[in-house]
DNA sequence: ATGGTCGGCAACCGA
């Protein structure tokens, strides 16, 4: 079972790399993050065009969260059973009977922001929202951007990071929770070196040629899922394309036989 | 090479 993430930064304007790497790559499972499309203007066409069932949460300009599969997804839901939140971040659905959770948490701004508060309640409600519904003797998917590095391994420059948005002790400790509580950071399990990243700021010229990033998206599972992970690697194709995305696919592979 | 991030969406917010 081939299973990827990927942060578009706009569905409708990156839909022909999309479609291009669903094409050629053929995976069962793809989670989209900010796709910055109301479910109107959602492609759905052109998804299911290629063979893929597209389940999407929109909403205007901001954040936005689909998960394109090519079995039909079961018990669709669009959200946190322990938060309330206005935003389109969480969409969830069961695929060939696995539970798949699809999240763009908050960037964060910086520490001491309302918006940073806004990213540790989404943290913290993502963590009340799995000890409520889920097991961890049971299989379970996680996928996004998650907006954290967790060591300094995970980021360039660590030192000048330090307690910054994306870098911080109090994102860190909840996802380390998150993990604590069963899940597996399949990247990490098939990669323990650093220097590996899923994405690099628009804002530092060159960051891809400097490899100059961050590892902020994550595929997580539970120990039953994650003993089957075979491989997992980063595509940084879509980021070295002419008009590149500021994320990258990160694909895992699991062995379901 | 004489600039200097993107994308949505209509002035700026968010990343």
Redesign the pocket.
Known sequence: MKFATF?T??????LPVILEWLLREQPDILCLQ?I???DK?FPAADFEGAGFHPAFKGQ????GVAIISRQMPQEVKTSLTSIEDQEARFISATILDVPVINVYI????APGTD?FAYKLRWLRGLLAHIKENYKKEMPLLIAG?F?VALETIDVFDPESFRDEAGFHPDEQAIMQELLAWGLVDIFRKHQPDGGHYTFW???I?NALKRNMGWRIDYILATQPLADKSVISWIDTGARALP????HTFLIAEFDMS
């Open positions: 942060n930064n706009s569905v409708r304007l990156r900010e910055k499309a109301q203007d205007k300009s901001y954040n908050p960037q964060g701004m918006k951007d907006n700021d628009y804002r010229p008009k590149p995305s500021d």
